[in-house]
């Protein structure tokens, strides 16, 4: 062993463990104060500044399946009242607020509904399901040549909304267009069209 070392060894054995000294403690200290203010800019930013997100996903499936429609000599004619279907669709979309708070009628701009644009007419909305079924959720607003609306209103976080449309021709793309303010809109899937 050197001298030098011998000397090292000496005041570092003559000081005591590290966890005595003062300035292990006033470092100590300053890291744990800097992590907890920095907790509390993250709590504070997340709650000024929640999350609300939207997600929804389209999907699209025949009434009659396209190899059984010419089988038999007899022709199947499918009609909702006086309008004959030529080919009967049923489109779903879910609407799901995946965000830690709710998104209410006050994040839609200027009471602008959303709309779901299909590019054919819809027929009918044939039904509407909400998860928990006791949540409210978006009310349907009416049918045009092109697709739906949906009104400004109340979806929980955690809540989902399904609605089935029935349309006349395969939908050549399904788009939810929106004016939403601080909801974050993402398609959950690409749409599911099938034969």
Known sequence: MTPALAVAIDVAAATGPLWSSETFWAAAGVAVGAGIGAAGVYATRRAAFPKRRLMYSFSSSSLVQR????????????????????NPRL???????????????????????????????VVELVSMAAEPPAAVGLIFDGLDDHGMSICPGRLGAGEAITYTLLV???????????????VNVKEKFPPRIDG
């Open 91 to 121: 489109v779903n979309l879910r609407l799901e607020n995946t965000g830690r708070r709710d998104i209410s009628s006050a994040q839609f701009d200027q009471d602008e509904p959303l709309r779901i644009v299909l590019g054919l007419p």
């Open 67 to 86: 190899h059984q429609r010419n089988i038999s000599a007899n022709v199947l004619h499918i009609r909702l009242g006086e309008r004959e279907l030529h």
């Open 168 to 182: 006349d021709g395969d939908p050549s793309f399904c788009r939810l267009a929106h004016a939403l303010i601080d």
